[in-house]
Protein backbone atom coordinates (compact mmCIF):
# COMPACT_ATOMS: atom_id res chain seq x y z
CA UNK A 1 0.00 0.00 0.00
CA UNK A 2 1.44 2.89 -0.90
CA UNK A 3 1.70 5.98 2.01
CA UNK A 4 3.94 9.17 2.82
CA UNK A 5 4.53 9.45 6.45
CA UNK A 6 5.89 13.11 7.45
CA UNK A 7 8.21 13.06 10.66
CA UNK A 8 10.31 16.44 12.21
CA UNK A 9 7.39 18.96 13.11
CA UNK A 10 7.42 20.57 16.76
CA UNK A 11 7.58 23.71 18.64
CA UNK A 12 10.72 26.03 17.54
CA UNK A 13 10.98 29.24 18.75
CA UNK A 14 10.99 32.15 15.61
CA UNK A 15 14.66 32.50 14.38
CA UNK A 16 14.61 28.73 14.69
CA UNK A 17 15.17 26.01 12.21
CA UNK A 18 13.14 22.71 11.66
CA UNK A 19 13.81 19.85 8.78
CA UNK A 20 10.72 18.00 7.92
CA UNK A 21 10.71 14.18 6.50
CA UNK A 22 8.26 12.54 4.04
CA UNK A 23 9.05 8.86 3.85
CA UNK A 24 7.25 6.99 0.95
CA UNK A 25 6.49 3.45 1.06
CA UNK A 26 5.16 1.11 -1.45
CA UNK A 27 6.29 3.06 -4.33
CA UNK A 28 9.53 4.58 -5.63
CA UNK A 29 9.16 8.88 -4.65
CA UNK A 30 11.83 9.43 -7.10
CA UNK A 31 9.56 8.97 -9.99
CA UNK A 32 7.22 11.52 -8.76
CA UNK A 33 6.83 15.11 -8.63
CA UNK A 34 7.04 16.06 -5.06
CA UNK A 35 5.27 19.02 -3.01
CA UNK A 36 4.87 20.35 0.23
CA UNK A 37 1.70 22.17 1.39
CA UNK A 38 0.86 23.66 4.56
CA UNK A 39 -2.61 24.98 5.85
CA UNK A 40 -3.17 27.21 9.00
CA UNK A 41 -5.96 27.40 11.09
CA UNK A 42 -8.76 29.33 9.01
CA UNK A 43 -6.83 29.43 5.90
CA UNK A 44 -6.55 27.88 2.68
CA UNK A 45 -3.63 25.16 1.88
CA UNK A 46 -1.03 26.46 0.06
CA UNK A 47 1.54 24.88 -2.10
CA UNK A 48 4.98 25.92 0.21
CA UNK A 49 7.83 23.68 -2.02
CA UNK A 50 7.53 21.52 -5.17
CA UNK A 51 10.28 19.93 -7.29
CA UNK A 52 9.97 18.06 -10.08
CA UNK A 53 10.42 13.96 -10.80
CA UNK A 54 13.96 14.90 -12.13
CA UNK A 55 14.92 17.38 -9.44
CA UNK A 56 15.69 20.15 -12.01
CA UNK A 57 13.20 22.19 -11.16
CA UNK A 58 11.96 23.95 -7.89
CA UNK A 59 9.56 26.24 -7.02
CA UNK A 60 8.83 28.38 -3.77
CA UNK A 61 5.87 30.51 -2.26
CA UNK A 62 7.24 33.79 -2.39
CA UNK A 63 6.87 33.86 1.54
CA UNK A 64 9.06 31.13 2.17
CA UNK A 65 12.01 31.58 -0.52
CA UNK A 66 15.43 32.44 1.12
CA UNK A 67 14.36 30.53 4.25
CA UNK A 68 13.02 26.99 3.29
CA UNK A 69 14.78 24.25 1.09
CA UNK A 70 13.40 20.97 -0.23
CA UNK A 71 15.39 18.04 -1.02
CA UNK A 72 14.84 14.31 -1.85
CA UNK A 73 16.67 11.37 -1.26
CA UNK A 74 15.91 8.47 -3.93
CA UNK A 75 18.16 6.18 -2.02
CA UNK A 76 15.98 6.53 1.12
CA UNK A 77 12.94 6.94 -0.82
CA UNK A 78 12.39 10.30 1.03
CA UNK A 79 12.26 14.18 0.60
CA UNK A 80 12.94 16.44 2.88
CA UNK A 81 12.10 20.12 3.80
CA UNK A 82 14.47 22.59 5.60
CA UNK A 83 13.28 25.43 7.48
CA UNK A 84 15.10 28.36 9.04
CA UNK A 85 14.56 31.36 9.90
CA UNK A 86 11.20 29.97 11.34
CA UNK A 87 8.45 33.66 11.87
CA UNK A 88 4.88 32.81 13.60
CA UNK A 89 2.98 32.79 9.87
CA UNK A 90 4.77 29.97 9.07
CA UNK A 91 2.77 27.66 12.05
CA UNK A 92 0.60 25.29 10.35
CA UNK A 93 0.25 21.78 9.84
CA UNK A 94 2.37 20.41 7.02
CA UNK A 95 1.56 18.15 4.98
CA UNK A 96 3.44 16.03 1.71
CA UNK A 97 2.44 15.29 -1.74
CA UNK A 98 3.36 13.14 -4.40
CA UNK A 99 2.37 13.02 -7.74
CA UNK A 100 2.53 11.94 -11.54
CA UNK A 101 0.96 14.63 -13.30
CA UNK A 102 0.52 17.97 -11.29
CA UNK A 103 -0.06 21.45 -11.53
CA UNK A 104 3.10 22.31 -9.70
CA UNK A 105 2.04 23.06 -5.88
CA UNK A 106 -1.32 23.49 -6.70
CA UNK A 107 -3.10 20.21 -7.62
CA UNK A 108 -3.24 16.80 -9.18
CA UNK A 109 -1.02 14.95 -6.46
CA UNK A 110 -1.83 11.56 -6.33
CA UNK A 111 -0.34 10.54 -2.57
CA UNK A 112 -0.50 12.80 0.56
CA UNK A 113 1.06 12.67 3.97
CA UNK A 114 -1.06 12.96 7.24
CA UNK A 115 0.19 15.87 8.49
CA UNK A 116 2.92 17.13 10.92
CA UNK A 117 2.50 20.29 13.00
CA UNK A 118 4.16 23.11 12.56
CA UNK A 119 4.43 25.84 15.32
CA UNK A 120 6.33 28.41 15.53
CA UNK A 121 6.27 30.81 18.76
CA UNK A 122 8.32 32.34 21.65
Known amino acids: QERLVESGGGLVQPGGSLRLSCAAS????????VAWFRQAPGKEREGVSC????????YYADSVKGRFTISRDKSKNTVYLQMNNLKPEDTAIYYC???????????????WGQGTQVTVSA
Open 51 to 58: MSSSDADT
Open 97 to 111: AAGDIVVVCQGGYDY
Open 26 to 33: GFALGYYN
